[in-house]
């Protein structure tokens, strides 16, 4: 019986997504065995990790008869694309705060809100959830039903989609006669992070998951994080004593903060571009994989061990970066 089953859920994304070796890799960086979990072939408007938690988060939205989804993030938000496009299959209005100030021209995920018919809200320095509610209130004297969706897709409802998708690792696990010591992903909002370790607590599965921090102190996100997993797992009718303690994170990439390209972000795309010919993202996937890589140079892991690379999508993103990634 599957942990998610009872949940309501619409269909979204292109699933099982293809679990693979990456051999060249794997030569070029000797030690361990590099495979890779192609979430950036989710499908919505590309792909990505938001598409999981939209399955959930448009299913909640629908129940309550929304006609508006509003959401925010970066400029450059993955999560805002996605769901700019989730509420265009589903047939909903969409309006999205996003930070800073409107840029002179729109491109890369940008672009694509536009091209999806999202209306776009300039938050400044104010906090999105504060803009958001502005928004959410306007519509509603308007006559609107909005539904939002929070910031990175990350309640229990987003990251729902994250304890099926370690359902459907263990399955195709299963199928392909391989197991993994170690799985690595980049982590934020941290849906993500939480939703794999509910679904590997409920499942048995036993390698680590590390989560590369992309802005965030170790301290801060393992907070976030046990908590975002209690209210899962109660959520799902799975034990939910979550400490910040059972998460694993890295946070030596902050860099020079989230969204800014460097070395370490710049040399990892290009390896996995040039290496595999597949495409990482300059702030989420970049960062992550550059982080991996330093790992294994470091000697944090053992000969031999066989690491699996979420690769959380955002691709897109790589055309609103242009030439820093050269
Ligand atoms: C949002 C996002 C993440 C982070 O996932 P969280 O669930 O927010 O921790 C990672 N990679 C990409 C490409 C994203 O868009």
């Known amino acids: 019986m599957m942990l998610t089953e009872n949940v309501s859920r619409v269909s979204i994304a292109h699933l099982p997504t293809p679990l693979e070796a990456l051999p060249r890799l ?7 065995d590099v495979w890779i979990k192609r979430d950036d072939q989710t499908g919505l408007a590309t792909g990505g990790n938001k598409a999981r938690k939209l399955e959930f988060l448009v299913a909640d939205a629908l129940a309550q008869e929304a006609n508006t989804l ?7 938000s993955n999560h805002a694309r996605q769901t700019a496009a989730a509420a ?31 209306e776009t809200v300039w938050a400044g320095e104010r906090p999105l959830d504060e803009v958001m509610q502005d928004v959410a209130a306007d519509l509603i004297a308007r006559g609107r039903r909005p539904y939002i969706v929070p910031y990175g897709g990350s309640n229990r409802i987003g990251a729902t989609g994250y304890v099926a998708a370690m359902e459907e690792l263990v399955t195709q696990c299963a199928k392909q006669g391989v197991t993994f010591d170690c799985l690595v992903i980049p982590s934020s909002s ?17 390698g680590r998951i590390l989560g590369v921090s992309i802005d965030k102190p170790a301290g801060v996100l393992q907070e976030l994080l046990a908590n975002l997993a209690q209210a899962v797992a109660r959520w799902l009718g799975v034990e939910p004593d ?17 969204g800014v390209v460097g070395d370490l972000e710049r ?13 990482l993202d300059p702030v989420y996937t970049g960062r992550a994989f550059g982080g991996l890589v330093d790992l294994i140079h470091q000697g944090a892991f053992e000969n031999g061990e066989r690491v699996l690379f979420w690769h959380t999508g955002g691709t897109t993103g790589l055309f609103g970066y242009g030439e820093v990634v050269l």
Request: net charge negative.
């Open 26 to 32: 794997t030569t070029h960086l000797r030690k361990v």
């Open 70 to 76: 509003i959401s925010g993030g970066a400029a450059q």
């Open 88 to 118: 265009a299959k589903f047939g909903l209005a969409c309006t999205l705060v996003l930070r800073g100030e409107e840029p002179p021209v729109a491109r890369g995920n940008l672009l694509l809100d536009r091209l999806l018919g999202a």
């Open 190 to 206: 941290g849906g993500t992070q939480a939703g794999l370790a509910v679904g590997a607590r409920a499942l048995g599965f036993e």
């Open 242 to 258: 979550f400490s910040p303690a059972d998460f694993d994170v890295a946070d030596g990439y902050l860099g020079g903060g989230y």
């Open 267 to 279: 040399e990892a795309i290009q390896m996995m571009a040039r290496t595999e010919g597949i495409l």
